[in-house]
């Protein structure tokens, strides 16, 4: 009647879908970089091609879209993109694996992973505006891409162990990303800032 009280309808907060991609993007890249470094046998790629299908790929594509939502263009493009980045190694290593296409020669691999670190890179520069902890992942990430790249292309011409350098990049890069994830999950539950980010080289 006239004395209710009208309650205000409850407040909608959306999760931060950044963690959640970070930790897809992380994992499966230590897995990875683990056999690219030696530290696993080439063999062990058959267990990545599963986890880059899942946690790598769709993971980081539930997180793209996630941010698309949120208006966050940077998260949108980088998580949708290196999703589809472990569905481009997942299917290249399980049609190649099955005989269904023959074996890329290692120049055209070695093209497609410098073009990703081209890409990289450039997502890098965006990462001046961003926190200092997402900067320094795709710091890590371009340099560990150029360096797969020059590993593949001195396979063709036998001359380069780059590509071992590029595995324990690799496993700096993963590392830091789930670090991030980790840190940006502990701050969303304790609901303040335990861990800061740093804040970004131009504001």
């Given at each position: 009647?006239?004395?209710e009280t009208v309650l205000p309808p409850?407040?909608?907060?959306?999760?931060?879908?950044?963690?959640?991609?970070?930790?897809?993007?992380?994992?499966?890249?230590?897995?990875?970089?683990?056999?690219?470094?030696?530290?696993?046998?080439?063999?062990?790629?058959?267990?990545?091609?599963?986890?880059?299908?899942?946690?790598?790929?769709?993971?980081?594509?539930?997180?793209?879209?996630?941010?698309?939502?949120?208006?966050?263009?940077?998260?949108?493009?980088?998580?949708?993109?290196?999703?589809?980045?472990?569905?481009?190694?997942?299917?290249?290593?399980?049609?190649?694996?099955?005989?269904?296409?023959?074996?890329?020669?290692?120049?055209?691999?070695?093209?497609?992973?410098?073009?990703?670190?081209?890409?990289?890179?450039?997502?890098?520069?965006?990462?001046?505006?961003?926190?200092?902890?997402?900067?320094?992942?795709?710091?890590?990430?371009?340099?560990?891409?150029?360096?797969?790249?020059?590993?593949?292309?001195?396979?063709?011409?036998?001359?380069?162990?780059?590509?071992?350098?590029?595995?324990?990049?690799?496993?700096?890069?993963?590392?830091?990303?789930?670090?991030?994830?980790?840190?940006?999950?502990?701050?969303?539950?304790?609901?303040?800032?335990?861990?800061?980010?740093?804040?970004?080289?131009?504001?």
């Open positions: 009647m006239g004395n409850p407040v909608f907060k959306a999760a931060n879908p950044g963690p959640l991609g970070l930790a897809g993007f992380g994992l499966t890249t230590v897995v990875l970089s683990c056999v690219n470094a030696g530290i696993l046998p080439p063999s062990a790629v058959a267990s990545v091609v599963p986890l880059a299908f899942t946690y790598g790929g769709v993971a980081q594509l539930i997180a793209g879209a996630l941010e698309f939502k949120t208006g966050n263009t940077f998260g949108m493009v980088a998580f949708t993109s290196y999703g589809l980045f472990w569905w481009w190694f997942a299917f290249m290593k399980w049609t190649v694996g099955a005989g269904w296409l023959q074996t890329p020669p290692a120049s055209a691999v070695a093209v497609t992973l410098l073009m990703w670190g081209v890409f990289t890179f450039l997502l890098w520069i965006v990462t001046f505006r961003l926190n200092k902890a997402v900067w320094s992942i795709f710091l890590l990430l371009w340099i560990t891409f150029f360096f797969l790249a020059a590993g593949d292309f001195g396979y063709f011409i036998g001359t380069s162990n780059c590509g071992k350098i590029g595995g324990y990049l690799g496993l700096l890069t993963g590392i830091d990303a789930l670090l991030v994830a980790f840190i940006e999950v502990l701050n969303a539950t304790a609901g303040r800032v335990v861990i800061a980010l740093g804040q970004p080289f131009i504001p």
